[in-house]
């Protein structure tokens, strides 16, 4: 779902009916050693009895299942697979607008962190949808004086478990609470500074560098990501020009992205971005082979074939890709197999 008020443009009615075919299984896209084989025939469900509607994102727990996120059906806001595509289990009906989610890989007892700027709120849950937590409107900040003013996209949990909140699609700040839920403090906002955003719609703990771990938050209206500390101040800005990136996903020493679309929001569009650990682009899945000048990425092409507004990309342990698709005509998620 996107928001006039995030810095963007819905796409037109004119995108509503199913382009699946669109999408041409057992094409081989990438570029250098990150190349793979599309199978848009993976997830293996029933749509009358298991719907989606716009899918967002994507999660792998330790034992090896997928959860997605998807809006606009019921009972079934998140959809669990196994890596073959076999459905697994679907549950909730809390959050209509599922959007960002968030699992916390690193906790004894894994939860989820769900985003759905439809309600306004932030939920903290059990891989079996108990509701632990909810986050509503930040009251420690002025600028929020309705509810409606709080459009959550993104999460992402810090070295000691504090969570940050991306208001991607609201005011466009970045707010850090305890573990417990406790507010620590804000940073960011709309606007063209360094330290502001236009449409902060991902968040993620870089991990990289464990002794100075950072946060990765993306601008993706302005084509870019920031990095900054983990109390909010800024340290660079990673221009990505004719990427409208979604949320950074780290896997190894890569960073991924979905690139929702690069031209116009009104027609299918979208790739994927892989950077290298010096922030450079390393192949655009779904588009043209990245290449520089003076420094400066050039503007990818999209390949007109491979996805239909790609939202997100789950890298699993063996390296495959997967990429649920936002406004693509109730298209199931897409597998990449790497070759």
């Known amino acids: 779902?996107?928001?006039?008020?995030?810095?963007?443009?819905?796409?037109?009615?004119?995108?509503?009916?199913?382009?699946?075919?669109?999408?041409?299984?057992g094409a081989v896209v990438g570029h250098g050693d990150y190349k793979y084989k599309v199978d848009k025939n993976w997830a293996n469900q029933d749509?009358?009895?298991?719907?989606?509607?716009?899918?967002?994102?994507?999660?792998?727990?330790?034992?090896?299942?997928?959860?997605?996120?998807?809006?606009?059906?019921?009972?079934?806001?998140?959809?669990?697979?196994?890596?073959?595509?076999?459905?697994?289990?679907?549950w909730g009906k809390n959050f209509p607008g599922a959007h960002g989610l968030t699992i916390s890989n690193g906790a004894e007892e894994q939860f989820l962190l769900i985003t759905d700027p439809e309600t306004h709120k932030v939920f903290k849950t059990t891989l079996n949808g108990d509701i632990l937590m909810t986050f509503n409107t930040p009251k420690e900040i002025k600028g929020y004086t309705s509810d409606d003013l709080f459009k959550p996209t993104e999460t992402a949990i810090g070295p000691n478990g504090d969570i940050y909140i991306a208001d991607g699609y609201g005011e466009n700040y970045i707010?850090?609470?305890?573990?417990?839920?406790?507010?620590?403090?804000?940073?960011?906002?709309?606007?063209?500074?360094?330290?502001?955003?236009?449409?902060?719609?991902?968040?993620?703990?870089?991990?990289?560098?464990?002794?100075?771990?950072?946060?990765?938050?993306?601008?993706?209206?302005?084509q870019e990501f920031k990095r900054f500390t983990l109390d909010g101040k800024h340290l660079e800005t990673i221009q990505l020009p004719?990427?409208?990136?979604?949320?950074?996903?780290?896997h190894g020493d890569n960073l991924f992205f979905a690139v929702i679309v690069t031209k116009s929001w009104g027609a299918y569009d979208g790739m994927l971005a892989i950077l290298d650990k010096s922030n450079r682009v390393i192949s655009f899945p779904g588009g043209s082979e990245p290449k520089y000048q003076n420094g400066k990425l050039v503007e990818p092409i999209y390949d007109e074939r491979t996805f239909l507004n790609p939202h997100d990309v789950l890298v699993d342990n063996d390296e495959n890709l997967y990429v649920p698709q936002w406004y693509s005509g109730k298209t199931l998620p897409v597998k990449l197999h790497r070759v």
């Open 1 to 25: 779902m996107l928001f006039a008020g995030a810095g963007v443009i819905t796409p037109g009615l004119s995108l509503a009916k199913n382009n699946n075919s669109r999408i041409k299984s």
């Open 47 to 90: 749509p009358s009895r298991i719907p989606v509607h716009h899918c967002h994102e994507m999660v792998l727990d330790k034992t090896g299942r997928i959860f997605m996120t998807t809006t606009g059906v019921q009972n079934n806001n998140i959809i669990i697979y196994d890596r073959s595509g076999k459905v697994l289990d679907s």
């Open 175 to 222: 707010i850090q609470y305890t573990e417990k839920g406790e507010y620590v403090r804000h940073f960011g906002g709309k606007g063209t500074e360094e330290t502001e955003f236009d449409c902060c719609h991902g968040i993620t703990l870089d991990t990289r560098n464990p002794k100075n771990q950072t946060l990765l938050i993306t601008s993706r209206a302005k």
């Open 242 to 250: 004719g990427c409208s990136i979604c949320r950074p996903v780290l």
